[in-house]
């Protein structure tokens, strides 16, 4: 359908000469030149276009030459506009919203801060770069812009949703409404397991797909699996995948398992061995810890010190 439609290239999917977005590069490249409603932004600057159809809305946007880390305050400055301004104003910004929790392996580009961009006085701002939806809202507590997050999961993250393509709707009175719609079908499956001294990989594989079938998994969902509970002690687990699009295992709550009881009623003898001994004080200490963070750390030496005892490999696990 011949809608307009306007493209801010990032810094991942820049503009060049002889890249697909220029008309030279799609003449070079053998591809089909863009036809009359598409407009592309080209670099350096932020440019404003206004079309006939859409007398009363004009859209501002920006393009990368490279996959580079612009750095200063690029919204410190007021963007020029052609005057007079319309109704409503968009802008396409690809960058780096300062005050937003962000993961630290995301490069930060073109920074901006929450009142710099509202400062501009844009009806609103179709954000992108950072891949976890967020929202700025005015001081009157109005919509202004957004990140609509990947449109498809390309991670599987505890919390399933991926975020989605951003409609949203302006009215001419500054009003903005915005729906966010998936346009991935597969969803993430997140599935508790809790072993039992399990000590085969067909009772470890019983579990994994019997969990997944519980949650109604598919051969096209992402899963995942959070193993917990004890293995028997001498043997390595194998984490197996069930019937999924791909999966993922986290396993730093499983624990090697030991007769607790029988531990303990061992120690009461007075010839005890030592294993039993040290066992009986932990969970003696455990008891009387009040400290959840305490009480990890002391698990977590049971864990170990039992693991020694018996001769088995000790090595060190996360805990939160």
């Known amino acids: 359908a011949p809608l307009p439609v306007f493209i801010s290239p990032g810094n991942h999917d820049w503009y060049s000469s002889t890249g697909p977005y220029a008309m030279s590069g799609r003449d070079t490249l053998g591809l089909r030149p863009w036809p009359a409603h598409v407009h592309i932004f080209e670099p350096p600057s932020f440019t404003t276009i206004c079309i006939p159809e859409l007398k009363d809305l004009s859209i501002t946007g920006h393009a990368f030459e490279g996959n580079l880390s612009v750095t200063g305050n690029p919204l410190s400055e007021r963007i020029a506009r052609p005057e007079p301004h319309t109704t409503l104003s968009v802008l396409l910004l690809h960058g780096s919203r300062n005050n937003f929790a962000i993961d630290p392996a995301q490069k930060i580009t073109f920074p901006f801060t929450d009142d710099q961009f509202l400062n501009q006085g844009f009806s609103y701002a179709a954000l992108g770069h950072y891949h976890t939806p967020s929202e700025i809202r005015d001081a009157h507590g109005n919509l202004r812009a957004a990140y609509g997050g990947r449109p498809f999961n390309a991670q599987i993250l505890p919390g399933g949703g991926c975020g989605g393509c951003l409609c949203a709707t302006l009215t001419p009175e500054g009003a903005v409404d915005v729906e966010s719609h998936?346009?991935?079908?597969?969803?993430?499956?997140?599935?508790?397991?809790?072993?039992?001294?399990?000590?085969?990989?067909?009772?470890?594989?019983?579990?994994?797909?019997?969990?997944?079938?519980?949650?109604?998994?598919?051969?096209?969902?992402?899963?995942?699996?959070?193993?917990?509970?004890?293995?028997?002690?001498?043997?390595?687990?194998?984490?197996?995948?069930?019937?999924?699009?791909?999966?993922?295992?986290?396993?730093?709550?499983?624990?090697?398992?030991?007769?607790?009881?029988?531990?303990?009623?061992?120690?009461?003898?007075?010839?005890?061995?030592?294993?039993?001994?040290?066992?009986?004080?932990?969970?003696?200490?455990?008891?009387?810890?009040?400290?959840?963070?305490?009480?990890?750390?002391?698990?977590?030496?049971?864990?170990?010190?039992?693991?020694?005892?018996?001769?088995?490999?000790?090595?060190?696990?996360d805990a939160d």
Not at 211 to 216: G, L, R
Not at 294 to 316: C, H, M, N, W
């Open 182 to 317: 998936s346009l991935d079908t597969r969803r993430i499956i997140e599935c508790d397991i809790v072993c039992n001294n399990i000590d085969t990989p067909e009772a470890m594989r019983a579990l994994v797909h019997e969990a997944y079938a519980n949650k109604s998994g598919t051969a096209e969902d992402f899963a995942l699996l959070r193993f917990s509970g004890t293995i028997k002690p001498g043997w390595t687990p194998e984490f197996p995948e069930p019937d999924c699009f791909a999966a993922k295992s986290v396993t730093k709550s499983l624990r090697t398992g030991f007769d607790l009881d029988a531990l303990q009623q061992a120690a009461l003898d007075p010839s005890a061995p030592m294993d039993a001994i040290f066992a009986a004080q932990l969970l003696k200490e455990l008891e009387e810890e009040t400290d959840e963070s305490q009480k990890t750390i002391l698990r977590d030496a049971l864990e170990y010190g039992l693991a020694a005892f018996s001769g088995l490999p000790v090595e060190a696990r």
